[in-house]
């Protein structure tokens, strides 16, 4: 199975519908040890990339590029120009490419990582959505390595970044708003370290149910 | 949860409406994305002083465009910082010939916000500055935080860079005086109730009816300590305490140099307040609290001044930088030297500040 | 019971104190009896404008002290009129050569001790004369009852009036523009949660989680009605249809006749509203609420208006006269004429109120 | 029995310490129907008044005229205008008087409630402290009329006071603040009916402490 402009609108519709969801779950994190606003501040941008993807055309590169900045200009907050960061970078990873494999797909999500903690600084236990970024991309490219299909290894990746996320809930914040509680952020999970692993959650869920596998080698071997 | 709204989706929209109704001869206001600028534009060899950041704290940012202060705002959505294309279209709709000096409350989302901004203005040819405001002594390091967050402070690098940029300064001078007020600042707050953020419907942390939450931010965050309720005095002591006895404090912040067209690191430190400095004292209302109680805080304050051997030389009393609907207050102060001074009196007229005209 | 405050028994002294402390180029304050006056003695020759009430209403009537308003300002404890001692004592405080105009707001403990205090300073030879405030939509009639309560319009009164008497009116003048700006100015306001009096500790009245009530006073006293919450555009509509649809208002006021040098009844008429009418409108939050949602409130009295053909020339946004922390606003509309539309455009500054200078 | 400087400084002290002990009641009847202030001004007035009184000396004449000019400066509101006027015209009613009959202190006392009508031209009937003022006058006189002693007239007159008082019960108030509630004003007791009812109360509990009567005809007859 390659990935191409429609299924990655698949993801993105998936996404949105489960932050949609988890939007009343993810404020109350933020209101826990941030400002109470992740959940509308997700949920409010990916609604809106839908409706910017429904009305316009465009490859898997201007997929994703048109998600970036539609993120960018409309979610707010530090996990807008994060999340709109990771899609412009990703979306320039892909250029002029129609289709992507497990491995090209893992090298565009990196690449979008690095936008991230570019911009952020922040690095893997300052209980951040890196937490749950980085082990699901560790974790995705182990899979890929060891030759499972992008199903399989989508679902490893997810299954890290739930790892990932849970990892957030005794840490200190050091990044973010949730450092200015200092040991009072302990306890909580980070929201972003919540919906990247949504995000994360929904791009296997479309790749499972995208049918027919390649590469069961892993699987089978 | 009851507010004088008509629907949370509308809230930040019918806000600015109304202000640009109320206020035609000072502001207009566009949408979409939303920025508020100066009705009448200044000249066009003004440097240009833009801030911004998330809805909820009015009059900051949109109450204080106008003469003498700044040439453009722009409003997030409820406590949540503006976008970074929001940024640029307010930068293109003011004169920017002189340059731009963004200010900017250190918060994440507001920081990575103005620096996309930066770098997107930068490629189209704006020179530019920026200033991180960051005057929260609630905040004790920025090794293991963000930072010290952005706070009251913030209104006077708005009035004291924007009398300067009115007075016809260059840019690099602007900019200077508006590292030079932060540098200058502290601020802490405290508070008698949580704030309700209206598309959540519930308050953000809850008080017993006899705790208050000390050091908190200006978002409904949860603050440094909780304690009883005490006496007015008390409270002036903890917040003027923990300003006058803060330490230096440095720390590494990222600006934007125009002339290398990219971010330089430098160290920026506030030295300690010193007995005999000036200052500026702002006795802030968190939004639900009367004026006439932060007069009484005020009277506390310059009780507690005069122990330390502070001179308050200006001071001003009353909601600013608020957290919604929030009980509470918080108490800035700034050293001036007579520069700072000089621009702080300088006319202004915005619908939140006005004098001399 | 939190509040910003050290005890009961201290409030009003200290916010006064405060209040002094703030503003030393503008006023002083003196104790026992209390009473607020200008620092810069106006001149001799003119027409003194002195206001009072309760406690509780910041910045109303200690705000409004200064050039170009008021040239004193007697505070009573929280909620309750000043005594007739105190009135006295601040007329005896200000020049009075030319006359003195008392502005007091429609409550029998203000009218009665205002009566007494004019009394008094005729026996001293003061010449004076008396308006009474009373612009509350939401008492009906005053046949059965106090008559209208005195608000929002209290402000418009004492600016026109505080212009006019700047500017170098006599007496007379003063005091016509004064009756003429009541008459043309009505309000009506509306709570979403009561007020706390301090010497009492817990809430006048009780809302459940989503009420409100119509109608209400100054003083927590309970409104007209009680409502369940609706939309900003509804409430507005409340406010501004009573305002508007309210028909002629009679009654008969006594005022002092320094010529008869005794009490004379006149039957005094505020016209209804009509189409084509120009008038000030006045946006007031009752302590509590916070400015952003006024601003909102303001737009949609500018629909609302646009609707009935009323012209707002200018506006006031803001907490004006309050009640204690109380949220929930208040709409004023004041007829204006090109006289008393010079004397509001005049310059004043006050701690509250401030322009052109 | 007759009344005379001491009498009346009795009679202030014993209603100060009955109104600060009734100051929660009296206000919390003002917040129903009113601001919630009146037993805070009344308590505050007359501890004032028991203040002033101890430091000076001072006849009959002297003490009332003392009573009414410190609750008129010190109590604020409605009620300390119009019990303020009370006190200082039923002075001038007994100027130069050492001790008053009790014909004379009716008389005194008609004279001040004269004060509070021409000052709040509150009727009977109104929801007023009026409303307990007029009926314990009259009785006050009509004992007087009819013979009986000191400290059965002022029982008398207490007596009308309390059923004036409750008669503020159901009315609608037309004067004062409460007035602004029309029809919601009724079915709660007027505060300042109450603090008059008070007043009057330690009135008869003093002369009845003043021991042996003078005039029993009424009660023996
Ligand atoms: N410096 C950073 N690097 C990476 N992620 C960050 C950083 N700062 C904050 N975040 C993420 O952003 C999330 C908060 O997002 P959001 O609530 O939308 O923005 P804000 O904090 O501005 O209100 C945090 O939970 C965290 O995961
Ligand atoms: N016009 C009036 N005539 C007589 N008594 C009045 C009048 N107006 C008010 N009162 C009395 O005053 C009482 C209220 O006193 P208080 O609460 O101290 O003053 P305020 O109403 O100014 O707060 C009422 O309960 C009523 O008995
Ligand atoms: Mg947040
Ligand atoms: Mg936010
Ligand atoms: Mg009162
Ligand atoms: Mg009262």
Redesign the pocket.
């Known amino acids: 199975m390659l990935i191409d402009g429609s299924f990655v609108r698949n993801w993105l519709a998936t996404a949105a519908h489960d932050l949609q969801e988890a939007k009343a779950y993810l404020t109350q994190l933020?209101a826990a040890i941030?400002?109470a606003?992740?959940g509308l501040?997700?949920a409010r941008g990916f609604a809106a990339v839908v409706e910017k993807l429904d009305a316009a055309g465009g490859e898997l590169d201007g997929v994703l590029k048109l998600t970036g900045t539609t993120l960018m200009s409309t979610?707010?907050?530090?996990?807008?120009v994060?999340y709109g960061n990771f899609f412009v970078r990703a979306a320039a990873a892909v250029a002029g490419k129609q289709t992507l494999d497990a491995a090209q797909l893992a090298a565009a999500l990196h690449i979008g990582l690095e936008g991230?903690i570019q911009r952020?600084?922040?690095a893997v236990g300052?209980k951040?959505?890196?937490d749950s970024w980085a082990p699901a991309l560790e974790a995705l490219d182990g899979a890929v390595a060891s030759g499972a299909g992008l199903a399989a290894a989508l679902q490893s990746a997810a299954a890290a970044a739930e790892a990932g996320m849970n990892s957030t809930l005794p840490l200190v914040a050091k990044?973010?708003?949730?450092s200015y509680l200092g040991e009072r952020s302990a306890g909580h999970l980070?929201?972003?370290?919540v919906s990247t692993y949504i995000l994360l959650r929904a791009l296997a869920t479309v790749a499972a149910q995208a049918g027919p596998e390649g590469g069961e080698r892993a699987a089978s071997g | 949860m009851k507010k004088l709204i008509n629907g949370v989706e509308r809230i930040v929209y019918e806000q600015l409406e109304g202000l640009a109704l109320a206020h035609p001869q000072l502001l207009r206001v566009a949408f979409d994305p939303h920025y508020i600028v100066r009705s009448r534009p200044p000249a066009a060899n003004k440097v240009a002083v833009i801030s911004g950041g998330g809805s909820g704290h009015e009059p900051l940012h949109s109450g204080f465009v106008g003469y003498g202060m700044l040439d453009g705002a722009c409003p997030g959505a409820v406590?949540?910082?503006p976008t970074p294309d929001q940024i640029v279209a307010c930068v293109q709709a003011v004169p920017r010939a002189a340059g731009v000096l963004l200010i900017v409350k250190n918060?994440?989302?507001d920081v990575l916000s103005f620096e996309m901004a930066a770098e997107l203005l930068h490629m189209e040819g704006v020179t530019l500055r920026t200033v991180v405001v960051d005057d929260d002594v609630a905040v004790k390091d920025s090794l293991y935080t963000?930072g010290r967050r952005g706070v009251g402070a913030t209104l006077m690098v708005e009035k004291i860079a924007g009398g300067a940029a009115e007075a016809g300064c260059g840019l690099d001078q602007v900019a200077e005086l508006a590292r030079r007020t932060n540098l200058g600042s502290r601020s802490m707050g405290l508070a008698l109730s949580s704030c309700t953020v209206p598309a959540v419907g519930a308050p953000t942390f809850a008080l017993a009816a006899d705790e208050i939450e000390i050091g908190i931010g200006i978002h409904g965050e949860p603050g440094q300590k909780r304690l009883p309720c005490v006496t007015l005095d008390e409270m002036t002591a903890l917040l003027a305490g923990a300003i006058l006895d803060d330490g230096p404090y440095a720390r590494v912040e990222r600006e934007w140099s125009p002339q290398q067209g990219e971010w330089v690191e430098c160290t920026l430190v506030n030295p300690p307040f010193a007995a005999g400095d000036r200052v500026i004292a702002l006795v802030n209302g968190m939004g639900g609290t009367p004026l006439s109680e932060l007069y009484a805080a005020y009277r506390s304050l310059v009780y507690f001044c005069r122990g330390r051997d502070i001179q308050i030389v200006r001071n001003l009393v009353g909601p600013y930088v608020t957290a919604l609907e929030m009980a509470g207050f918080s108490i800035t102060l700034t050293r001036v030297d007579d520069e700072m001074l000089h621009f702080w009196d300088a006319p202004v007229h915005t619908p939140a500040l006005r004098w001399r005209m």
């Open positions: 933020d941030g400002d606003d992740h501040n997700i979610v707010g907050g530090a996990s807008g994060l991230i952020g600084r922040a300052d951040t959505m890196v990044k973010g708003r949730a980070d929201p972003g370290a | 406590f949540t910082s918060y994440t989302g963000a």
